[in-house]
């Protein structure tokens, strides 16, 4: 079955290092996103791409970066991690113009 | 500048109950407008979705209303259950898939 994986399920970084999380789609598709999850803040768009080649900036993408090399992979990348980057990460994808997006499971962050 | 605000921010409910999740929105652009539903450890999975060319969608237990000239939205639970506690978030959508999520809703459904 397709799916989405995002690894690692858990990170613990300290400040000031950079650290990347892992996106793997095998359902083929185009659009890839980036969210994070705070309490009381929902899920806000961090980046995300609609191909190869393709990256957008989201309304939280402060000290984050992507790239998109294939189809399948989106990585997150922060720079140089802060305190407040402490969050639940998850990456998602859609199909086409379609709007419904399939999560991975996450990756809880903790930066000390 | 939140564009879909969510309410109430938790929720509980006694065993055949309904739950009633209220959504508003501001951006008129936004065309598709899902609830997703996660469970501890899991990211969300969508649950029910609308379009505004209808005013209600009814899957099972769960109901979507819509009212376009408010901007607001609603997820109706009936016969609420403890396997549905969980949070839900509503979203709205507009730009090819690019969501905007409330802050969710987190509701204990007590046995």
Redesign the interface.
């Given at each position: 079955d397709a799916e989405i994986t995002q690894s690692p399920r858990h990170k613990i970084t300290e400040t000031g290092r950079q650290v990347t999380l892992a996106c793997h789609q095998t359902w083929n598709h185009n659009n890839m996103f980036w969210y994070r999850q705070d309490l009381g803040h929902g899920l806000r768009l961090i980046h995300y791409s609609y191909g190869v080649q393709d990256t957008n900036k989201g309304e939280v993408s402060d000290g984050y970066s992507v790239s998109r090399s294939n189809t399948e992979d989106l990585p997150l990348t922060l720079e140089s991690a802060a305190s407040s980057q402490t969050s639940v990460y998850f990456c998602a994808s859609s199909e086409g113009a379609a709007e419904k997006l399939f999560f991975g499971s996450g990756t809880q962050l903790s930066v000390l | 500048q939140q564009q879909v605000k969510?309410s109430p921010?938790s929720l509980i409910v006694q065993k055949g109950g309904i739950s009633i999740i209220n959504c508003a929105y501001e951006n008129t652009a936004f065309d598709?407008f899902?609830w997703?539903q996660q469970f501890p450890?899991?990211?969300?999975?969508?649950l029910i979705?609308i379009r505004p060319d209808v005013s209600e969608k009814k899957e099972g237990r769960f109901t979507i209303s819509f009212n376009k000239s408010a901007k607001q939205f609603s997820l109706h639970i009936m016969d609420s259950q403890p396997g549905d506690s969980a949070t839900y978030?509503c979203a709205a959508?507009a730009n090819?898939?690019?969501?905007?999520?409330?802050?969710?809703t987190t509701l204990t459904v007590k046995p």
């Open positions: - | 969510q921010q598709y899902p997703y450890g899991k990211g969300p999975a969508l979705a978030f959508v090819a898939g690019k969501s905007t999520f409330g802050d969710g």
